[in-house]
């Protein structure tokens, strides 16, 4: 009888979606960060990419790549909750209150 030890590959980080910030003077970024559309945005592709990382029980998650500034935006497991608690406050503002019900069952587990 034939038998193969497979060891289980671990799996990579999520790719952490890229972004360009693109800016002619520094009030051009303060204008974005008070944008509620592009926090919106963010706050929800976080969400997402925090989510994977606790699935794939990753110490790390990799949330943007501002790739024209060279920089990787991530977080470490012990701050997964404190981030999805303030994810959980722009889910209650546009009272999504199915995802707010996600949210809160996945910051119990943490």
């Known amino acids: 009888m034939y038998q193969q030890n497979v060891m289980s590959k671990p799996e ?20 974005l960060v008070n944008n509620k559309e592009y926090a919106s945005f963010i706050l929800k592709e976080s969400y997402k990419t925090i989510t994977n990382a606790i699935k794939k029980k990753q110490p790390t998650a990799q949330l943007f790549n501002i790739s024209n500034l060279g920089f990787i935006i991530s977080i470490q497991k012990e701050n997964y909750k404190p981030c999805l608690q303030n994810i959980l406050k722009c889910y209650e503002e546009i009272e ?4 707010c019900s996600q949210i809160n069952k996945l910051i119990s587990k943490l």
Request: net charge negative; proline share 8%; charged share 30%.
């Open 12 to 31: 990579s980080p999520q790719k952490p979606l890229a972004l360009e910030i693109l800016f002619q003077q520094i009030e051009d970024l303060q204008d």
């Open 96 to 99: 999504d209150y199915k995802t």
